[in-house]
Structures are given as C-alpha cells and as structure tokens.
C-alpha cells in the first residue's frame, strides 16, 4: 500500500511539470521502465531515488520531501506475509490491511476472512491435490492471520455475498460445514461482517462469471477501488475506472437480489440444522 501511495504521488509531480518518464529516465540515467514501475507501485524505490526525484521534480518543501522519504521506508518494510514461502497473495494481502471497506462475492465457498483452519484446508487441498504440506500449513495459517484485521478496534467494513451453492457444498465433510456455518453465524452476530445469500429461487442474477473481493479506501489515501480475482494461476487485479464502475454496478444488483442480513442468517440457520451435532 506505501510503496503504491508513493508511486502514486511521484506520477503527479511528474504531471504537473509535464515530464514525460522518458524524460525523468534522461535525467536519472536510468531506464523509462524504471520509472513506470516504480509509478505503478511494481518496483520498490530506493531512498536514493525519491531523494534525486525530488531534486527533479523541484521538490522544495522539505515537509513534503520527507513524507514521501518515510512513505519508501515504510515500504521496504516487510509485512507479516512476507514470511511465507507461497502465497502468491503479497500485493493483495498488502491492500486488504489496509482497506477501510471489503465486499466478497463468493459461488462456490465461504471467503477466506471468515473460513475456520479445517475449512480452508480442505479448500486449499481441494483446489491443490499436490500441494507440498508444509506449503498447506503456510497457507492455512495465513489466512487465518488475515482474519485478525476484523478483530482490529477499527476494522474495516465488511461484507461478504454467497450463493446459496456455498452453504450446501459440504466442505471437508459434514463436521467441517457444521463448524464452518457455526463460524460465519457468529462472524454475522458479532458484526464482524454482514452476510447476505442469493437463494437459489432468484435464478439468473447480475454476476455469475467468478467470484471476487472488491476493496475501498479511506479518503485519506490516493489508492483507487481495487478488485481482485483469484486465478488457479495468476492473479487478476481490476484498477481502471470502467472496469471498477462495472463491478460496482454488479455489487449494487448482488445487494438488491440477495436475501436481507436477517432473512439470510436465518436460511444458513435452518441449514445448518441439518448437519447434527
């Protein structure tokens, strides 16, 4: 998120005075490439290059050369993610603790800021047959840890939209689903989260294509809406304004077809009834 914000902030100097990164590339006797990553938030900035881009960019306030001197040594400082060895989730994991408000639109399972340990095992397996053990205790766990933002005394909004498919699909078995259904009732009475089911009887509805988690920021911070798509692969990240005005439309008719908060805790209850303990 700092190294974004940086990038962000270096972009409009760079407008303002109408230098095109070819330009400020010349001038820093590095490669335009350089310079877009490092716009993008795709490349870390050294403290040395925000020292000479200031100089550049005639960066004279010296409150303002040393906000974005401490914005790139707050980025090079490694999140707690960083410690695992696969999780090809850093940038996301990244925005998502530092997201004033978070939606998830799920088909196919519970979101994995509200799956319990044996939940998300069965999820990671279940999507990675192969995966090396230690590599699935890593992941378990890191999911786990990115629940802790809901605990925070300011958490972030939360939200998550499922099918009615997610709360039948018997997940680990029916011990694991009882739990996990336990789990997202509490989330939704403690009001770490407001769920709402699309039933089955609504038929077609306005987004049906994949599942994603749509991430907003506090008003403090030049980061954009963000949408995130999880690929088997690779990861898909939806910045541009049309594609972010798409998804918002499709949130707005998710909300209106879904069940209300009450009636939708009161359709994964009787559910969860059919599971005995």
Known sequence: MRQRELGMRLRELRNVLGLTVEDVAE???CSATKISRLETGARRASLRDVRDLCRIYGVTDQADADDLMSLARQAREPG????????????????????AAITSFSMYYVPPLLQTADYARAIIKGIAPKIDPKILDQRVEARLRRQQLLERAAPPRYRALLDEAVLHRRVGGPAVTRTQLDKVLQCAADGKAAVQVIPFDVGEYGSIDSNFDFLEFGGGSRQGAVVFVE????????ERPAEIERYREALEYLRDTA???????????????TYPD
């Open 80 to 99: 707690w993610w960083t410690q695992y060895d696969d999780l090809n989730l850093s940038p996301y994991i990244g925005l998502e603790q530092e997201a």
């Open 27 to 29: 001038q820093l006797l």
């Open 231 to 238: 690929g088997l692969f690779s990861n898909l990240y939806q």
């Open 259 to 273: 069940l209300s908060p009450r009636d939708s805790t009161n359709l994964i209850a009787k559910i969860r009834a």
